[in-house]
């Protein structure tokens, strides 16, 4: 892609340094207390067996009944559907129907909650209903959370498996029951579905309920359906000890500096989902249950002398952080109290969030926490550029660290690019068939080529032809080889559409018709310059220049300060159409038509050389505007151009950015 990278700075995510910056970091925050360890809810994904974070979340929207493909099942799964059943008051005959989007989460209610102002149920709280399938009576209790007018004003209440029944069992006092474990699976809370796949135990329940009479009603119902973005399961919410972060402080800091311009989002369309996704931002999850990543520096203390207590892994009161182990047990010992030989310590399995260390980058590359000449010199950094996808996952992480460990952001500016679609403005997906790997657009490849790749993917046999006959709709001759500078070129003129590009494959074809028109420009101009030819050492003016010298210099002026314009405001279209123009409508359609009698009669050589020195600013200049888009092609054709005296540039990707033409 002819990216210009600095390969002396490379690095590997868990090198020495970096990981010394991430337990750094961790101790710190930990011994202020914004680092704490809480048994609570977290979203779960039971095929990684691993918490996540609320943005690794991705909510589907459903407008009722669908089937959805979830790992681990044969069969697509049914959601968006409310299901009606009904609980047995204790030794009456009355009975309290609720209703319920996951029905199988009904072995974990622990309570039936009703308005306080609701008569149709006053009689009844603070009497019992008695669970169907478990040894276990459930309470009728009063809670203002509850919706009088929603289906019949009744609500099952699962603390241990959902976020607002969570609220409601803390303030209520009640068991949390978890009737389904890290996999996935029914625990013991009832004998009859032990074991069972949840979603395999929604049937089951189901059928139960039907069976001792208890089942009301199904009804279609729009719903937000939570899925991993990862590994593309459902979502849990599953109560697991765990370590978390408090972003209230550093997500009001964040917000301050965008709001005082020290920090700015580029486009500016970005501040009001930064204000409000930081105003209303939760406590960060950061443990992970993987076997790979930044292990976390914490360590749960235990005694070996059996007189001392014994403390609880759910909660944090039993924890010490540390850079090291030694580090570890003299914390732990000033902390109890005790001699360090008597002292052991079990440090945490779990990693951390993969976000965590590489919120720390900006400066964790360059030595942090030792204070180093390349920290001093690099950070704050000066830009950057990022796609908008992960403006949280990434960019507000790296804003919390550099505000919290250094002071400031740890950049100015943030451009946000816009997300690659397909043509028709789909997103990007296996299934359709409509992705388009830059490779392929740059090397080129045959509509049997495209089929091939879909066979080596972990699609089924149905959404494979549905994705092959989705290619041969949109290439059915392939995709033609462009090269990597036309992709460049189309990429950053597409960027007017803002959040989105919709990718048309024939426009980069026509960029790269643009490349042979350089090409082929430079080609001829070339024979015009002639092998003797020498620059003059400045591009001024030498007085001799007729009215189209003139105004191909002055068209060649217009397109640096448009170019420097739009880059001044990462306005790319603006630079490439600048370039665009100049080079096809300006300098290849008029001035090389206009120069072709002149160079091939028996004009006077002083008027040429006047047209060949007028040229090769041009052709300098063009070359030096097109190169951050095209690089391999400027570089190619620039080497092949005379220098002017005094220049002694070794390549086009070091020279000099145009500023003004010197006229």
Same mark, same amino acid.
């Given at each position: 892609?002819?990216?210009?990278?600095?390969?002396?700075?490379?690095?590997?995510?868990?090198?020495?340094?970096?990981?010394?910056a991430?337990? *750094?970091?961790?101790?710190?925050?930990?011994?202020?207390?914004i680092?704490?360890?809480?048994?609570?809810l977290?979203?779960?994904?039971? *095929?990684?067996?691993?918490?996540?974070?609320d943005?690794?979340v991705?909510?589907? *929207?459903?407008?009722?009944?669908?089937f959805?493909?979830?790992?681990?099942y044969?069969?697509?799964v049914?959601?968006g559907?409310?299901?009606?059943?009904a609980y %047995?008051?204790?030794?009456s005959?009355?009975?309290?129907?609720?209703?319920?989007t996951?029905?199988e989460t009904?072995?974990?209610?622990?309570?039936?909650?009703?308005?306080?102002?609701?008569q149709?149920?006053?009689?009844?709280?603070?009497?019992f209903?008695?669970?169907?399938?478990?040894d276990?009576?459930l309470?009728?209790?009063?809670?203002?959370?509850v919706?009088m007018?929603?289906?019949?004003?009744a609500?099952k209440?699962?603390?241990?498996?959902?976020?607002?029944?969570? #609220?409601?069992?803390?303030?209520?006092?009640?068991p949390?029951?978890e009737?389904?474990?890290?996999?996935?699976?029914?625990?013991?809370?009832?004998?009859?579905f032990?074991g069972i796949?949840?979603?395999?135990? %929604?049937?089951?329940?189901?059928?139960?309920?039907?069976?001792k009479?208890?089942?009301?009603?199904t009804?279609d119902?729009?719903?937000?359906?939570?899925?991993c973005s990862?590994?593309?399961?459902? /979502?849990?919410?599953?109560?697991?000890?765990?370590?978390?972060?408090?972003?209230?402080?550093?997500?009001a800091?964040?917000?301050?500096?965008?709001q005082t311009e #020290?920090l700015?989002?580029?486009p500016n369309?970005?501040?009001k989902t930064?204000?409000?996704?930081?105003?209303?931002?939760?406590?960060w999850?950061?443990s992970?249950?993987?076997?790979?990543?930044h292990?976390?520096?914490?360590?749960?203390?235990?005694?070996?002398d059996?007189?001392?207590?014994?403390?609880e892994e759910a909660?944090?009161?039993f924890?010490?952080?540390?850079r090291?182990?030694?580090?570890?047990?003299?914390?732990?010992?000033?902390?109890?109290?005790v001699?360090?030989?008597?002292?052991i310590? %079990?440090?945490?399995e779990?990693?951390?969030?993969t976000?965590?260390?590489?919120?720390?980058?900006?400066?964790s590359?360059f030595?942090?926490?030792?204070t180093m000449?390349?920290?001093?010199?690099?950070?704050?950094?000066?830009?950057l550029?990022?796609?908008?996808d992960i403006?949280?996952?990434?960019?507000a992480?790296?804003?919390?660290?550099?505000?919290?460990l250094?002071?400031?952001?740890?950049?100015?500016?943030v451009y946000?690019?816009a997300?690659?679609?397909?043509?028709?403005?789909?997103?990007?997906?296996?299934?359709?068939?409509?992705?388009i790997?830059?490779?392929? /657009?740059?090397q080129?490849?045959?509509?049997?080529?495209?089929?091939?790749k879909?066979s080596g993917?972990?699609?089924?046999?149905?959404?494979?032809?549905?994705?092959?006959?989705?290619q041969k709709?949109?290439y059915?001759d392939?995709?033609?080889?462009?090269g990597?500078?036309?992709?460049?070129?189309?990429?950053?003129?597409y960027?007017?559409?803002?959040?989105?590009?919709?990718l048309? /494959?024939?426009r980069?074809?026509?960029?790269?018709y643009f490349?042979?028109?350089?090409?082929?420009a430079?080609?001829?101009s070339l024979?015009i310059?002639?092998?003797e030819?020498?620059p003059?050492?400045?591009?001024?003016?030498?007085?001799?220049?007729d /009215?189209?010298?003139?105004?191909?210099?002055? %068209?060649?002026?217009?397109?640096?300060?448009?170019?420097?314009?739009?880059?001044?405001?990462?306005?790319f279209?603006?630079?490439?159409?600048a370039?665009?123009?100049?080079?096809l409508?300006?300098?290849c359609?008029?001035?090389l038509?206009?120069?072709?009698p002149?160079?091939?009669?028996?004009?006077?050589e002083?008027?040429?050389?006047?047209c060949?020195n007028?040229?090769?600013?041009?052709?300098?200049?063009g070359?030096?505007?097109v190169?951050?888009f095209?690089?391999?092609l400027s570089?190619?054709?620039?080497?092949?151009?005379?220098?002017r005296p005094?220049?002694?540039?070794a390549s086009i990707c070091?020279?000099?950015?145009?500023?003004n033409?010197g006229?």
């Open positions: 892609m002819g990216c210009s990278v600095d390969w002396e700075r490379a690095f590997f995510t868990m090198d020495n340094r970096l990981s010394r991430v337990k *750094e970091c961790f101790v710190l925050l930990h011994d202020e207390g680092i704490y360890r809480s048994n609570r977290v979203n779960w994904s039971c *095929e990684l067996k691993s918490a996540i974070s943005i690794e991705d909510k589907q *929207e459903l407008t009722g009944r669908t959805l493909r979830v790992p681990n044969e069969d697509k049914e959601f559907v409310l299901v009606s059943f %047995r008051v204790e030794g005959d009355d009975e309290i129907v609720v209703a319920t996951r029905i009904m072995l974990g209610d622990t309570a039936i909650a009703v308005h306080p102002e609701d149709r149920y006053q009689h009844l709280v603070g009497k209903c008695v669970h169907p399938f478990c276990r009576k309470p009728i209790i009063a809670d203002d959370m919706d007018s929603f289906g019949t004003g609500v209440i699962t603390p241990a498996h959902d976020h607002n029944d969570y #609220e409601c069992g803390k303030r209520h006092s009640l949390f029951v009737m389904m474990n890290a996999e996935g699976f029914i625990t013991e809370v009832s004998p009859q032990k796949k949840r979603f395999d135990a %929604r049937k089951a329940v189901l059928s139960a309920l039907k069976e009479g208890l089942y009301r009603d009804k119902h729009p719903m937000v359906v939570p899925v990862r590994s593309k399961d459902i /979502v849990e919410p599953l109560i697991k000890p765990q370590w978390w972060l408090d972003c209230r402080g550093m997500a800091e964040a917000v301050r500096a965008v #020290e700015k989002l580029i369309i970005h501040n930064w204000y409000n996704w930081l105003d209303n931002c939760r406590d999850c950061i992970r249950q993987l076997w790979w990543g292990r976390i520096p914490a360590y749960f203390v235990s005694f070996t059996t007189d001392l207590p014994k403390g909660d944090g009161k924890w010490v952080s540390g090291n182990e030694q580090e570890a047990i003299q914390r732990a010992a000033d902390k109890f109290k001699p360090k030989e008597k002292i310590l %079990r440090q945490d779990d990693v951390l969030d976000w965590f260390s590489s919120g720390l980058l900006p400066f590359i030595g942090w926490p030792d000449d390349d920290l001093n010199a690099f950070y704050p950094n000066s830009l550029e990022t796609g908008h403006l949280f996952f990434w960019v992480r790296m804003v919390f660290f550099g505000q919290k250094m002071g400031r952001p740890p950049f100015p500016e946000l690019h997300m690659v679609r397909d043509a028709h403005g789909r997103k990007m997906s296996k299934s359709l068939g409509n992705v790997d830059p490779l392929d /657009v740059m080129g490849i045959s509509l049997e080529g495209l089929h091939e879909l993917g972990n699609l089924d046999p149905t959404e494979i032809n549905r994705a092959k006959a989705g709709s949109d059915p392939g995709i033609p080889e462009c990597a500078d036309a992709m460049r070129f189309a990429l950053c003129a960027t007017a559409q803002g959040r989105d590009i919709n048309d /494959v024939k980069v074809v026509g960029y790269r490349c042979n028109k350089i090409w082929n430079l080609k001829f024979k310059l002639g092998s030819f020498t003059t050492h400045t591009s001024e003016l030498s007085g001799r220049e /009215v189209m010298e003139k105004w191909i210099l002055s %068209r060649l002026n217009f397109a640096v300060k448009e170019c420097n314009k739009g880059f001044g405001s990462y306005d279209p603006q630079v490439t159409t370039i665009y123009n100049f080079w409508y300006e300098l359609d008029v001035f038509e206009y120069l072709k002149i160079m091939y009669s028996g004009e006077d002083e008027i040429k050389s006047t060949r007028v040229l090769y600013t041009c052709l300098d200049t070359l030096r505007l190169s951050p095209m690089p391999f570089e190619e054709l620039w080497q092949r151009l005379p220098r005094s220049d002694t540039t070091v020279a000099e950015y145009p500023e033409v006229l």
